[in-house]
């Protein structure tokens, strides 16, 4: 992409990359879910995600700098800043390919640089099942996969991670025109200033992880988490001065990043079945990527400095994930109690319960 003459070569380029990352997401997902029992899985999606809210927190500092190498070999900025990230990229792939273990019912999952030997394999292995009685794997086949659509549940996690994605790719993309154009920043600054609310997220979103964990809960501290970006896009919109409204900013970053792993984790409690797992976790990813379509199209220039319509759009993004959650949480209980009456039988085992 750095070395595209025309908009339609990068645009094919985009479109290239896209197709090839797109399994990326569903799969960590997924493979994270078969290592891990259910209440072990919040703070371990809140450390992958960390990860990405840490590199934000850098990303802005080391944009502005290969911007310095304008010129260099011919090229402009924006054109280092592709190809250094996308070196680094394929080196961090290249581990990932060493260090990444298969999944716990692989032959060869203790053989993985050490990482486990097969005992404590054979001991996660018990553990999954003793927690929701699906750790073996079932031989793929399309109509295995597919199956998962019938269970309404897949979409409705879908329509959640969308709502909450919107705010989250939003800010992703314009906070640094927001800072500049909105709060008139210097662009240097503006780029700087994106540091502080991706670092104070990524120890919001990490605390959260361990706290519904701790509690064996997500729609509460979700419902939670709406609430605080509705205050912070509140205050970033409507607040007087720069310093209330950067304020704002810190605030609906920290609820909306925190949201997104224990969305994640809220799904994947609360579906049982290896595939029906893969499948939901399918459909997540792709609803995620229709939420950051209608993020990145939020924040117009027209609309500067401040840029109502586009946090109207994720207020309400917020309000729906908050209304949506409270139906989940009401019918979670109600089949919860059902099942403990010997009413129904939850997921295809008797012993099962959906997390709140």
């Known amino acids: ?34 290592w891990y029992d259910r209440y072990e899985l ?56 060493i260090f990444i273990p298969p999944f716990p019912d692989d032959p060869n999952a203790h053989k993985t640089w ?49 709502m909450a994605t919107i705010p989250a790719y939003a800010l992703a993309y314009f906070m640094p025109i927001i800072l500049n154009q909105g709060m008139g920043y210097s662009v240097a600054k503006a780029q700087l200033m994106t540091a502080p609310p991706y670092i104070t997220q990524a120890v919001y979103q990490l605390a959260f992880g361990f706290i519904s964990d701790k509690y064996k809960a997500r729609g509460p501290f979700i419902i939670w988490n709406c609430l605080v970006q509705i205050i912070g896009i509140t205050v ?14 810190i605030v609906l970053c920290c609820g909306m990043a925190a949201n ?25 990813v792709s609803m995620a990527a229709v939420g950051g379509i209608i993020g990145s199209l ?12 586009g946090l109207t759009t994720c207020l309400t993004g917020a309000v729906l994930t908050l209304i949506t959650t409270s139906f989940l949480i009401v019918y979670f209980k109600w089949v919860n109690k059902k099942a403990d009456r010997g009413e129904m039988v939850l997921e295809e085992s008797e012993s099962f319960r959906y997390t709140i």
């Open 1 to 34: 992409m750095g070395l595209v003459k025309t908009w339609q070569q990068l645009l094919g380029m985009r479109l290239i990359l896209g197709a090839l990352e797109a399994g990326y997401f569903p799969g960590a997902s997924y493979l994270l879910s078969t």
């Open 42 to 97: 919040g703070r371990r999606f809140a450390g992958f995600y960390v990860i990405g809210s840490v590199a934000n927190a850098f990303t802005g500092i080391m944009a502005y700098g290969l911007m310095q190498m304008n010129g260099i070999a011919g090229l402009e900025g924006w054109r280092w800043i592709f190809i250094i990230e996308g070196l680094l990229t394929c080196v961090i792939a290249v581990a990932g390919y």
């Open 114 to 162: 050490g990482f486990l030997n097969r005992s404590e394999v054979n001991y996660v292995i018990r553990k999954v099942e003793a927690d929701r009685g699906d750790s073996q794997l079932e031989p793929f086949t399309i109509a295995r996969f597919l199956r998962g659509g019938k269970d309404w549940k897949c979409y409705v996690f879908g329509m959640l991670i969308c």
């Open 236 to 249: 970033m919109g409507w607040g007087k001065g720069n310093g209330v409204r950067y304020f704002g900013v």
């Open 260 to 284: 997104l792993p224990i969305i994640f984790t809220y799904q994947s409690n609360n579906v049982r079945g290896q595939w029906k797992r893969a499948f939901s976790s399918t459909i997540m």
């Open 298 to 309: 939020v924040f117009r220039p027209q609309d500067a400095p401040s840029y109502r319509p």
